[in-house]
């Protein structure tokens, strides 16, 4: 007979080669922001899902994200000196799919691209347009450090994530 855990008590275990889902799992226990980063290839526009954007520093304009090296797109990433990481809104949970399944997604959007080459999606709340200066090995990631260079904002709710599924915080 199988017992059911009482959902009130933590699960605790040992992160190692058999617990890689929990360890998602509990990963996902950080509610975060869904951001799209985005930078020009010779194979046109390429665009990638991160939630492991933060802010490093102020004075320079510092931001850091990860990318898996496993991930199809890691070269793209890895060559790009300029990219752009889009904060994106509530509403734009479509196109957070749409990357999410296809790297080159920016090819049926709408988009512009700046004195750097790189695409730009509008309607985000906020847009940070960078300059790789830092790549840091990390496990299976690697760090991408990259310095401000022009940013916008604008007012509206985040696309959020949690637990596997997508969400909003509502501001008063």
């Not at 226990?29 to 046109?44: E, L, M």
Request: charged content about 20%; aromatic content about 8%; some cysteine.
């Amino acid at each position: 007979m199988m017992t059911m855990q009482d959902p009130n008590q933590p699960t605790v275990f040992t992160p190692d080669a058999d617990s890689g889902r929990q360890l998602r799992d509990a990963f996902g226990k950080f509610a975060t922001g869904i951001t799209v980063i985005t930078a020009p290839s010779a194979d046109g526009p390429i665009s990638i899902v991160a939630n492991s954007f933060s802010s490093v520093s102020l004075d320079p304009a510092l931001v850091l994200w990860s990318v898996d090296r496993s991930a199809r797109r890691f070269p793209y990433f890895e060559a790009a000196d300029h990219y752009a990481i889009h904060v994106l809104a509530a509403e734009q949970q479509d196109l957070c799919t749409q990357v999410a399944r296809n790297a080159h997604a920016l090819n049926d959007t709408a988009h512009q691209l700046n004195a750097d080459g790189v695409p730009l999606i509008d309607h985000c709340l906020a847009r940070f347009e960078c300059r790789r200066v830092a790549a840091h090995d990390a496990g299976d990631h690697v760090i991408i450090v990259g310095q401000v260079q022009r940013t916008q904002m604008r007012a509206g709710a985040p696309l959020t994530f949690f637990g596997g599924g997508f969400g909003s915080i509502k501001q008063d």
